[in-house]
T-cell receptor, first 112, second 116 residues
Framework: DAKTTQPNSMESNEEEPVHLPCNHS???????IHWYRQLPSQGPEYVIH???SNVNNRMASLAIAEDRKSSTLILHRATLRDAAVYYC?????????????FGQGTTLQVKP | DSGVTQTPKHLITATGQRVTLRCSPR?????VYWYQQSLDQGLQFLIQ???????AKGNILERFSAQQFPDLHSELNLSSLELGDSALYFC???????????????FGEGSRLTVL
């Protein structure tokens, strides 16, 4: 499985935008970029995913570099509830298993 | 609420013992995944079942085993427990194999195992 690199931790102020970076220089053409987050004392939850184009949903936006070697998860207005560990994961689109391999993720702290 | 149910939520046992963790996937989901999360190892993929058959294996110890039953619920059996097995065990489910890069995994709230 291709690897991703994320900063260990980031801080943000409440109601400000947050940009969480992810590097994946060895991404293959069939790898999808997935983001999950894990709130304290909870299981991970899906945030967003994409292949080549930027994606938006009710939770966040995903900006994918043109060469696909990096991506950025954007939380438009951070709330205290967004404090969590954010995982950037590559999943092979041609595989026959849906398993996700989690890295260490980025711990996001949101300050009031 | 993800729709994935795990029992028990908490379990305390002694070294050398055997425990069974149970997972009921979301209605209609055929794929079940087990993950272990400890403080020093992060989220580790253990094993995946799809419609009753093993589909993928990760870092699962030989002392651990799992199965998925015809009603699609799954059990993770942990035997000869050691102190280092203390962790949160998560179950997740998805509609299909989700191998096309799409399809999200829905995680349960986990079972916290403490081995004394």
């Amino acid at each position: 499985d291709a690897k991703t690199t994320q900063p260990n931790s980031m801080e943000s102020n409440e109601e400000e935008p947050v940009h969480l970076p992810c590097n994946h220089s060895t991404i293959s053409g069939t790898d999808y970029i997935h983001w999950y987050r894990q709130l304290p004392s909870q299981g991970p939850e899906y945030v967003i995913h994409g292949l080549t184009s930027n994606v938006n949903n009710r939770m966040a936006s995903l900006a994918i570099a043109e060469d696909r070697k990096s991506s950025t998860l954007i939380l438009h207005r951070a709330t205290l509830r967004d404090a969590a560990v954010y995982y950037c994961i590559l999943r092979d689109g041609t595989g026959n298993t849906g398993k996700l391999i989690f890295g260490q993720g980025t711990t996001l702290q949101v300050k009031p | 609420d993800s729709g994935v149910t795990q029992t028990p939520k908490h379990l305390i046992t002694a070294t050398g013992q055997r425990v069974t963790l149970r997972c009921s996937p979301r209605s209609g989901d055929l794929s079940v995944y087990w993950y272990q999360q400890s403080l020093d190892q992060g989220l580790q993929f253990l094993i995946q079942y799809y419609n009753g058959e093993e589909r993928a294996k990760g870092n699962i110890l030989e002392r651990f085993s799992a199965q998925q039953f015809p009603d699609l619920h799954s059990e993770l059996n942990l035997s000869s427990l050691e102190l280092g097995d203390s962790a949160l065990y998560f179950c997740a489910s998805s509609v299909g194999l989700a191998g096309r890069g799409t399809g999200e995994l829905f995680f349960g709230e986990g079972s916290r195992l403490t081995v004394l």
